[in-house]
Structures are given as C-alpha cells and as structure tokens.
C-alpha cells in the first residue's frame, strides 16, 4: 500500500533553515519520481521541487531556486528537502508525492490521488 511520510517541519524565523524529509514505503522508491509541493491557507496546492528517480535531475518553482535543495536516498527510502533563507511565504503544509515524468525528466504533477497528512512549515518575521 502507498504511503508517504512527511515530517521535518516546524516555526522558524526568517532567514532560517529546515530540513524535510519523505518517508516512503508500499512500493520501490527507485522506480519513481518524487516532488515536493506546498498548499499556503487559501491558495492551491503548488509544486516546489522534483528530482528523478536516480537524483541526477532536479526541478525548482522560480519562487524557491537557490534557497531549496532536493535530494534522495534509495537505499534508505527517503527523499529530502533542504530550505534555506525562508521567507514568511514559504509557510505552508508541505507534501512529497510520485510524479510524472517526461522523457526521464520529472514533472511537478503528482500521479496519484493520494496525499500524505503534510507537514507544516511556518516561518515568522
């Protein structure tokens, strides 16, 4: 059965750091891709990052490059976020979820219906 596990977040000052991570489990994380996205009170859903399956390839939103870095480990079944410099529109529930992919390359679209429960990041001024 799919299951995906956020956890990592938390209440940070501007300028600050947190690390996510996304615990995978129901199926072999080596043959999917993997995006994070965030959902802000009252906004939509919106994809952050992606990397490929084997992590040589990575995606950022404009609104996150430079400051946040993806990353996974197969062998562990976890898939990582690192923010740096949050900004107070950073805070949202952050989700992991298996993406599409075009080409080998991943694409911020989620394949699934299923959500994990989130983790919240909020970053205060």
């Known amino acids: 059965q799919l299951q995906l596990v956020e956890s990592g977040g938390g209440l940070v000052q501007v300028g600050g750091s947190l690390r996510l991570s996304c615990a995978a489990s129901?199926?072999?994380?080596?043959?999917?891709?993997i995006g994070w996205f965030r959902q802000a009170p009252g906004k939509e859903r919106e994809g952050v990052s992606c990397?490929?399956?084997?992590?040589?390839?990575?995606k950022y939103a404009d609104s996150v490059k430079g400051r946040f870095t993806i990353s996974r480990d197969n062998a562990k079944n976890l898939v990582y976020l690192q923010m740096n410099s949050l900004k107070p529109e950073d805070t949202a529930v952050y989700y992991c979820?298996?993406?599409?992919?075009?080409?080998?390359?991943?694409?911020?679209?989620?394949?699934?219906?299923?959500w994990g429960q989130g983790t919240q990041v909020t970053v205060s001024s």
């Open positions: 979820a298996r993406v599409r992919t075009i080409l080998a390359m991943c694409v911020m679209s989620s394949r699934d219906d299923y």
């Open positions: 990397i490929s399956r084997g992590g040589s390839t990575t």
């Open positions: 129901g199926f072999r994380l080596e043959d999917y891709a």
